[in-house]
C-alpha cells in the first residue's frame, strides 16, 4: 500500500513538473513568418537553393526583420536581419550565442568543403606557391577531387542529419561508410593530406626560411622548428593547418569576381571610372620604375569603395548560424507585431533555438 501510495506521488510530481516544463518554456509561436515548403527540409531548402537574398526579400518584406522559419523535420528557427539582433547576437553576447554543433559535426561528415577551379588556383598559389593548373585544365588530381565534388542537396541531409550524431559515430561514419560520395570524401582528404605533407617537406628541405618572409609556408616553416615549445607545432598540426586553408574556401574567390563583373555590366560609367583610376595609378607606378604594389591597391579610392559595396550587395557568407546557450532575450531595433497582434520590443528565446542569421537582408536594410 505505501509503494503504492509512493510511487502515485512520484507519477503526480513527475506529471506536474513536465506540464510546467511545457508551459514554462519559451515560445516563439506568436512570430509571423512563412510556412514550410516540406516537413522534411523546412525552409531551409529554400534558402540554400534559390538565388541569395530572393527568399529574405520576400520574408523581410512580408514579416520584417524576424520571423520564425521552419528547420527540417518541423523544428521552429528564427530568420533574423534586425541589425541591432546581430549585433547583440555576434558582438554584446558573442558567448551566449554559439555555433550551431551539427555544422561543426558535418564538417567530420563533408571533409574540407568544395572549391572552385579559380578558388584552388588562387588559394593555392598565393599562400603556398602550388601550382594546381585549374585555370589551364591541367590534370591535377588534388584539384579535380575537389571541383563540385558534393552537391548542395546532400550536403543539406548530411547537416540535418549530423545534429543527431556524436563526435565518435560522425567519425566512424566518415571512415567506414560504403558509399561512392564518402569514397571520394576519404580519397579527397587523403590526396589534400599528402600534398600538404609535401608542401612541407618541400619547404624544410630548402632550409630554414628568413624570418622576414611573410609567406604562410615559410611561417609555417618556421613553427615546426622553433626552439620554443610554446610556440613550436608539429608536422600534422602545420599539415592540418595547411589544408584547412587550401580548402577553407568554397567558391568565394568566383563569386566575388563573377558579382564584380556582373556589377561592372550594369554600370558602365563605374566601369570607366574605375579603369580611369587604375591606369593613372599604373602610369605613376611605371615613371618610378616599380610595380603597383598592395598599399598603392589599398590607396585606390574608388577601387577600394567598389569592392566594398560588391561585397556589402553580395557576402561571400549570405548567412551565419548561432543558438542560445541558455534562454535570452534579443533586442530588436525596429518592433514586430506577433501574430495575435502584440507590438513587441524585444524577443525572448529558448536555447538551442537555431537562428538564422541574414547578411544580405542587414546589409541592404535601407534605414540604416
Not at 236 to 254: H, K, L, N, P
Request: glycine content about 4%; proline content about 5%; overall charge positive.
Amino acid at each position: 500500500m505505501e509503494n503504492r501510495i509512493a510511487l502515485s506521488v512520484l507519477a503526480g510530481t513527475l506529471f506536474v513538473y513536465l506540464l510546467y516544463r511545457r508551459w514554462s518554456k519559451i515560445s516563439i509561436s506568436d512570430v509571423p513568418g512563412p510556412r514550410w515548403q516540406s516537413f522534411w527540409t523546412g525552409n531551409i531548402k529554400q534558402l540554400r537553393h534559390e538565388e541569395v537574398i530572393t527568399m529574405d526579400t520576400e520574408w523581410q518584406t512580408n514579416f520584417g526583420n524576424v520571423a520564425r522559419i521552419w528547420y527540417p523535420f518541423g523544428r521552429e528557427a528564427l530568420w533574423i536581419s534586425d541589425p541591432q539582433a546581430m549585433k547583440y547576437i555576434l558582438q554584446k553576447s558573442g558567448y551566449a550565442f554559439e555555433k550551431i554543433p551539427e555544422r561543426r559535426i558535418a564538417a567530420k561528415l563533408i571533409g574540407d568543403g568544395g572549391l572552385d577551379g579559380a578558388d584552388a588556383h588562387v588559394i593555392s598559389i598565393a599562400s603556398f606557391g602550388y601550382r594546381t593548373g585549374c585555370l589551364e585544365n591541367e590534370d591535377n588530381e588534388l584539384a579535380k577531387g575537389y571541383m563540385n565534388f558534393l552537391p548542395s542537396s546532400l550536403r543539406l541531409m548530411f547537416e540535418t542529419l549530423a545534429e543527431y550524431l556524436t563526435v565518435p559515430i560522425a567519425s566512424a561514419l566518415y571512415l567506414n561508410l560504403p558509399t561512392r560520395v564518402a569514397a571520394k570524401l576519404r580519397s579527397n582528404r587523403n590526396v589534400a593530406h599528402r600534398v600538404a605533407e609535401e608542401l612541407l617537406e618541400t619547404k624544410l628541405s630548402q632550409g630554414l626560411p628568413r624570418t622576414d618572409k611573410r609567406d604562410l609556408m615559410s611561417i609555417f616553416a618556421q613553427a615546426c622548428k622553433s626552439m620554443h615549445a610554446h610556440s613550436r607545432m608539429s608536422r600534422y598540426e602545420v599539415i592540418s593547418q595547411v589544408r584547412t586553408i587550401m580548402f577553407a574556401g568554397s567558391e568565394t574567390t568566383t563569386n566575388a569576381l563573377s558579382f564584380a563583373l556582373l556589377e561592372l555590366a550594369k554600370y558602365p560609367h563605374y566601369q570607366r571610372r574605375l579603369r580611369s583610376e587604375i591606369r593613372a595609378m599604373e602610369e605613376t607606378v611605371r615613371a618610378r620604375g616599380d610595380e603597383i604594389s598592395p598599399a598603392e591597391v589599398e590607396a585606390m579610392p574608388f577601387l577600394q569603395a567598389f569592392n566594398k559595396e560588391v561585397l556589402r550587395l553580395h557576402p561571400l557568407v549570405p548567412y551565419m548560424y548561432r543558438q542560445p546557450v541558455a534562454n535570452d532575450i534579443i533586442p530588436l531595433s525596429k518592433p514586430i507585431t506577433t501574430r495575435s497582434g502584440k507590438v513587441i520590443h524585444e524577443l525572448p528565446v529558448p536555447a538551442g533555438l537555431r537562428l538564422v542569421l541574414s547578411i544580405p537582408s542587414c546589409n541592404r536594410d535601407k534605414d540604416i
